[in-house]
Structures are given as structure tokens and as C-alpha cells.
């Protein structure tokens, strides 16, 4: 761990840097209180989902003006 990475919360399963949407869509589907967050490829897997999947419910939140997305 290198003082960058430290910075920017990374997936706790492949230690991908992780965007604001990323961490959005965590908090909406596993927990909303999370400190710790997978990537889009990892949340995927873990909810036996698509990337192409998650990101349309993204852009569904965003949509419905939701803070967690930008
Ligand atoms: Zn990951």
C-alpha cells in the first residue's frame, strides 16, 4: 500500500481503485452503510449480475436524482 492508493477506497476483493458510482451502487445493493466496497466486475459477480447490468441500474439512480451518483 502506497500512500496514493490510500487515498481512494479500492474493491476489497481485487483492489481495483474504485469510481463514486462504483461505491454508489454497492451501498444500494448490499449495504448502505458500507465501508468496504467491490468494483463493478466483483459486485457483479457477487450478486450474480452483469457490469452491463449494474450500470444500467446506475443510471436508473441517477435518474431518480439519487446523491449516491454523481
Ligand atoms: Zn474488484
Known sequence: MDSESAKQP???KCGKVLSYDEI???KKMINRGATEFFCLACLAAY???TEERLRERIE????QGCLLFQ
Do not use: P
Not at 60 to 63: A, M, N, S
Open 60 to 63: 436508473h439512480f441517477r435518474r
Open 10 to 12: 479500492c474493491c476489497k
Open 24 to 26: 454508489g451502487i454497492h
Open 47 to 49: 450478486t450474480n449480475s
